[in-house]
Every structure is written in C-alpha cells, then in structure tokens.
C-alpha cells in the first residue's frame, strides 16, 4: 500500500481500502497526493544527493565539505509558489525539504561562493557562481516551422526523432571535439531534453567559455520571419560536415521527408523553394513537380531527387547554389538550442526525477547509446508508478520498492551508467588535488 500524507502506511492512494482481487483504479490526474507518495516511496534522494557532491561527502582528504551546500535549488509549489535560493548541508535535509513541501518541480542551480540561503548576509560581490554544469535545453516546439504532424508542447512518433538525432549530434560533439564523459540526458517530461555535462572542466567554465561552446553548436540562426535559417560559408566545418553525413542526411531522406510529408502538398514544399536563391531553379523544380503524376506513395523521394540532381548538377557553379541541399537538410534536423540557458551559469534547470505536472511522466534519462529507442509515450507516470506500488502490497523493512517499479530500470541507469563513473572520476580528482598540495606544502617547507 502507498502512504500518502497522514502517516498511515495502510493507507492507498485514493484512500480506500481495497477488497480482496479488487483492481485499484488510479486515475491518470497529477495532484499533489500522488507527489506526496513519490516524494515518499521512489524519489532517489541519496543518488540525487552523491551527485550533487561531487565526492566531497568528507570521506576523502582533500574534500570541500561546504561544497554541496553551498548550491542553489529552488522549489516551484502548489499555486506556482516560487522558492529560490534554497540550500541543503545534507541527504537527510534534502528528503526532508521535499518531502515537507511536495514541490511541483525542483530545479538546481550553481554552486556559489557562499550558501545560498545565507546570501543576503553577503555583499552582491560575495554572492557569486563559482561553479556549474555545462547545460543545454532542447525543446520540440522550437521545431514548429518544419513539422507538421505536431505543434507547441504536443509530440508524437512522428516528431520525436528530431529529439533523438539531437541528442546524437550534440552527444558526439562534447564527447569529441571538446573532451568531455560525464555526460546525462533526461526526458524534460513533455516536450523536450536536457542536457548537464558534469565534468570537473565544464562546470568549472565561465560564462565566456560557455557561450563559445554554445556557439561552436548553434547554425539555426533564422527566426519565424526568415526564409534561410542555416547559412554555409566556405568549406563545410568538420563537425557539420560529420554531423550532416553520418547522422542528418540519412535520417532526413529516410524518415523525416515521408513522416513529414515535405513534398507531398504545395504549401511545404514552397517553405523548401524559399531557401534556394535562385529564382532559375525554383521555376524548373516547380513545372517539374506539377507536371509529376508519379503516385502519393514515392512522390516526396522522387521530388526531393529532382532537387538534389538539379542543385547539385555540374551547370550550376556556385558553391552556394550546391550547398543548398545541406542547407535544408540541416535547416529541418538540426538541433535547436535555447542558447540562453547554456551561456550562463546561473541559470537554473529541471531536476531529474521530478514528475512534470501536465503529463505526470517522470523526468527519466536517456541513454544517448540507446536514444532511438527511448519512447516518450511508454515514461513511467505517477498514477502508472502508484498503481504498481498499490499491485505490490506491504513489503518487508529495508526492501527496495523501486525495484518493482517501471522506474527502476531508470535508477539502476543513473547509478551504474553515470554516477559511478563520475564519482570514481571526481574522488581521483580530489586524491590528486590533494597529493599535488601536500607536496607543495613538503617543497616550501624544505626550503
């Protein structure tokens, strides 16, 4: 049975006691019960805490036993109640914080120079940012101009491979050209992904060096008004260049011009014609595809290859002329990044493992191996999590309920996929902070 708030463990999410092979009926509504439950029964609180600390829970010499506390986390509560610059020294006031004031969402902040919820002791100069995890955000409603199927927050099978050849893309990115490992993707709960690189240089980087990164990934650079969104100058960058051929291209010509129906009616494939600059060309492809009486079936491959034969034939010599084709290609697939989020250090982002409030789908990590393969329609709900509580009945002292849970899968992801490694990274990192100190230390006192 699931306790939800008057200290009863007998008690079920509804607040009536089942009979015996009765099913529990559990309706699908997100209300604050149900989150007292999940903060009570499923919430990783300690996970959620190790990571927070970086190793320096005080068991390695060499540990900043400030440091965990000295991070902002900030609470949205019922009513849209707002509460920012909150601060926990330990898991114990963590779970208890939550767990008291069943917060609509939790988000995480930076690391400051002083605790958070001490700062008004300090001047403004003294309150600053000193460290943060390099974070992007990306969502599938800034996709809006290019697909059909779906707008604003709605998603589907259709649309969602734009997530996943996003995640690809900017995965391979950090990973290879910048160095980084610790790298953990989340389902944003309805429309989007978040990304926190949580390796001890990227949350050491300041905003300078965040917006240079973010701007090494941004090439969507038009707006709703602009016929051109993705500009290419000169020899095709070695990222984009890998990016178009390896992942973008393929999926464009295989998935998203059929799901889409790019080609298949006049209006979508004129938002096309508008990025080729020339006006010779556009007339040739649109007496090509009026005259074309080939079937409903193959009718979008077959005009997308007059496209790519016309632009990309030897007669037409301008290289901006034949590199309309990745233009387009990367204008439709391309990540979209809300830049603002990544460039400063400040910003605050969507805690993992929070239930987003108008899907009651839980904030689950992806993994970027794996990423086609994630489904945003099969995320474990709170009422689909309840339910399978309620189904387990009372179990021992000590026994991990989230084992018997569709999160569980999640859980054992996060620890043994990311957390173990980052933790084993950060406690070298602190052993060998400290062993370059104490031999420093030894140095100036031989002299």
């Given at each position: 049975m699931v306790e939800v708030e008057n200290g009863r463990d007998d008690m079920l999410?509804?607040?009536?006691?089942?009979?015996?092979?009765?099913?529990?009926?559990?309706?699908?509504?997100?209300?604050?019960?149900?989150?007292?439950?999940?903060?009570?029964?499923?919430?990783?609180?300690?996970?959620?805490?190790?990571?927070?600390s970086y190793g320096n829970d005080g068991r390695h010499p060499g540990c900043d036993q400030s440091y965990v506390?000295?991070?902002?986390?900030?609470?949205?509560?019922?009513?849209?109640?707002?509460?920012?610059?909150?601060?926990?020294?330990?898991?114990?006031?963590?779970?208890?914080?939550?767990?008291?004031?069943?917060?609509?969402?939790?988000?995480?902040?930076?690391?400051?120079?002083?605790?958070?919820?001490?700062?008004?002791?300090?001047s403004q100069n003294a309150f600053t940012p000193v460290e943060r995890e390099l974070v992007f955000d990306i969502d599938i409603s800034d996709y809006d101009d290019v697909r059909f199927c779906c707008s604003?927050?709605?998603?589907?099978?259709?649309?969602?491979?734009?997530?996943?050849?996003?995640?690809?893309?900017?995965?391979?990115?950090?990973?290879?050209d910048f160095g980084f490992?610790?790298?953990?993707?989340?389902?944003?709960?309805?429309?989007?992904?978040?990304?926190?690189?949580?390796?001890?240089?990227?949350?050491?980087?300041?905003?300078?060096?965040?917006?240079?990164?973010?701007?090494?990934?941004?090439?969507?650079?038009?707006?709703?008004?602009?016929?051109?969104?993705?500009?290419?100058?000169?020899?095709?960058?070695?990222?984009?260049?890998?990016?178009?051929?390896?992942?973008?291209?393929?999926?464009?010509?295989?998935k998203f011009i059929y799901s889409q129906e790019l080609f298949s009616n006049e209006e979508r494939y004129e938002k096309i014609l508008e990025m080729i600059p020339e006006e010779s060309?556009?007339?040739?492809?649109?007496?090509?595809?009026?005259?074309?009486?080939?079937?409903?079936?193959?009718?979008?491959?077959?005009?997308?290859?007059?496209?790519?034969?016309?632009?990309?034939?030897?007669?037409?010599?301008?290289?901006?002329?034949r590199r309309c084709v990745e233009e387009i290609v990367l204008s439709f697939t391309y990540p979209r990044l809300d830049k603002e989020v990544s460039k400063h250090m400040n910003h605050l982002l969507k805690a993992p493992f929070c239930v987003h409030p108008k899907t009651g789908h839980v904030c689950i990590p992806i993994d970027p191996n794996h990423c086609e393969e994630f489904d945003p329609s099969a995320v474990p709900t709170l009422s689909k999590l309840l339910e399978e509580l309620n189904r387990g009945g009372l179990r021992s002292e000590g026994e991990d309920e989230l084992e018997n849970t569709s999160l569980g899968k999640s859980i054992r992801y996060f620890r043994s996929s990311f957390l173990q490694p980052l933790l084993k990274s950060c406690k070298e990192e602190i052993e060998s902070s400290y062993a370059a100190k104490t031999q420093q230390s030894k140095n100036s006192l031989s002299w």
């Open positions: 999410i509804d607040g009536i006691e089942p009979k015996k092979n009765q099913n529990i009926e559990i309706p699908e509504e997100f209300n604050a019960n149900y989150l007292r439950a999940y903060y009570a029964k499923l919430f990783p609180y300690t996970d959620m805490y190790k990571w927070m506390g000295r991070r902002e986390f900030s609470f949205t509560l019922e009513n849209d109640i707002y509460v920012r610059f909150l601060s926990f020294n330990s898991v114990t006031e963590l779970e208890k914080a939550i767990k008291e004031k069943c917060p609509f969402k939790i988000d995480i902040g930076a690391v400051y120079s002083v605790d958070p919820a001490k700062k008004d002791a300090y604003g927050a709605n998603v589907c099978s259709n649309c969602w491979p734009l997530m996943t050849v996003a995640i690809k893309v900017i995965d391979t990115a950090l990973r290879d490992n610790h790298i953990l993707w989340v389902y944003s709960g309805r429309r989007g992904v978040h990304c926190w690189v949580c390796d001890g240089k990227a949350r050491r980087l300041n905003n300078e060096q965040r917006a240079a990164i973010t701007e090494y990934l941004h090439v969507y650079k038009g707006n709703e008004n602009s016929n051109k969104k993705v500009s290419l100058m000169g020899p095709l960058h070695p990222f984009l260049a890998r990016s178009y051929t390896e992942v973008l291209k393929d999926f464009f010509e295989e060309v556009t007339s040739e492809l649109r007496g090509k595809w009026l005259d074309n009486k080939r079937s409903r079936d193959d009718i979008n491959m077959a005009r997308w290859g007059h496209l790519k034969q016309l632009l990309q034939s030897g007669k037409h010599k301008a290289l901006g002329i």
